[in-house]
């Protein structure tokens, strides 16, 4: 079994930064692609930013030169730089990744539990 744990959420001030971790644990034989998504208050869940395993990077419009993806594959760790928030950034972030397991295989689409974030004007 694996699983995602998400942190670094929190309340802040419009302009300021926050940085999100996300650690993969569990039975992990290798982390193909991970990423990072959101969910605005009443809104769909929405892309934010990939990352493969060789650390190319895909970015939502609405985040490009404002956001930075990055990951420490030794420690099956991703990472989110949030630079210039705004209010329409605050939403639920999620963590995803496809992940090849040693006793259940190939699992394409695995989620944290979500962590808030929350830009105050």
């Known amino acids: 079994q694996v699983q995602l744990v998400e942190s670094g959420g929190g309340l802040v001030q419009a302009g300021g930064s926050l940085r999100l971790s996300c650690v993969a644990s569990?039975?992990?034989?290798?982390?193909?692609?991970m990423g990072w998504y959101r969910q605005p208050p009443g809104k769909q869940r929405e892309l934010v930013a990939t990352i493969t395993s060789d650390s190319s990077t895909n970015y939502a419009d609405s985040v490009k030169g404002q956001f930075t993806i990055s990951r420490d594959n030794a420690k099956n760790m991703v990472y989110l730089q949030m630079n210039n928030l705004k209010p329409e950034d605050t939403a639920v972030y999620y963590c995803?990744?496809?992940?090849?397991?040693?006793?259940?295989?190939?699992?394409?689409?695995?989620w944290g539990q979500g962590t808030q974030v929350t830009v105050s004007s």
């Open positions: 569990g039975s992990i034989v290798r982390i193909n692609t």
């Open positions: 995803n990744a496809d992940i090849v397991t040693r006793w259940s295989g190939r699992l394409r689409d695995v």
